[in-house]
Each structure stands twice: as structure tokens, then as C-alpha cells.
């Protein structure tokens, strides 16, 4: 069965990336893996609150993804896919995606755009131009 990567930080484009990734599991009956990467960095005012809520960064960190991946699964299963998994990575977010895609054997990777600057609609994001440069699959970058 062909395996389709969804990555998502939460945002509204890596939402869309989500749907967008269901639609075609649907379309061509695959899995879908929805993947949330931390870079293991957190703010001033965030560590200052996980210290006042006496919570380890680490369990902060995995609290805060899974209540990504579970918000993205939902919008997943809203657009019709039925065998999905979530799995939780750490590091930078090219470099986990792309060991992923190449353990998993990955068919395609579906990511949300992120430009900076002026220009943004112009430019990838540093993630999603590594991985269309770099994946050993199909790499499709949701606007």
C-alpha cells in the first residue's frame, strides 16, 4: 500500500496541506502518516509558563503535538481518509521528514508553503524547498 507523508505545524496552510493529503489518499486508496516536528525550541514566555505549571519542556512539547495531530487527523478524516497514522518527530523538520520518506518508503510527501519577507509568494519555505529538492519522493507544496 502507497504511503502518503502529511506534515503539519499547526497552521492554517499546513491544514491544507492535510486535506489536500487525504484528498489523494482517498484518490488512490493509500495511507496517510501525519507527522509533527519539533524543533525542540521553545520561547522565553513559553518556558516561563511550563515553569510556572511545573511541566518538563519535553512533556509541553508533546502536548502541544498532539493536540496538532489530532486536530489535523480530524480534518483528515472529514475528507474522507480512513487508514491514517500520526507519529511525533524531533529535530529539524527537513531532515526528520526526509528519513521518513526514505524508511517508510514514501510515495509523496504533502507540506504547506511558508514564504518570508516581501516575496512570499514567490518563495518556498527553507522545508518545503529541502524537500523538493532532496525527497525521494513526490513532493507536493500546498499555497
Not at 11 to 17: G, H, T
Not at 81 to 86: D, Q
Amino acid at each position: 500500500m502507497k504511503l502518503i507523508i502529511a506534515a503539519t505545524d499547526g497552521s492554517q496552510v499546513a491544514e491544507r496541506a492535510v486535506a489536500i493529503a487525504a484528498d489523494l489518499v482517498k484518490t488512490i486508496n493509500a495511507k496517510l502518516l501525519i507527522v509533527n516536528v519539533s524543533e525542540d525550541k521553545l520561547s522565553t514566555a513559553q518556558i516561563r509558563l511550563i515553569d510556572r505549571l511545573r511541566i518538563s519542556e519535553g512533556d509541553a512539547l508533546e502536548e502541544i503535538s498532539g493536540r496538532i495531530l489530532s486536530r489535523a487527523k480530524s480534518i483528515a478524516q472529514k475528507h474522507g481518509a480512513a487508514n491514517i497514522e500520526t507519529m511525533i518527530g524531533s529535530g529539524h523538520p527537513a531532515k526528520v521528514l526526509l528519513k521518513i520518506a526514505n524508511t517508510r518508503h514514501a510515495y509523496a510527501i504533502v507540506v504547506g508553503r511558508r514564504g518570508a519577507g516581501p516575496f512570499k509568494e514567490l518563495l518556498l519555505g527553507s522545508v518545503s524547498q529541502k524537500l523538493a529538492s532532496l525527497a525521494p519522493c513526490i513532493v507536493i507544496v500546498a499555497p
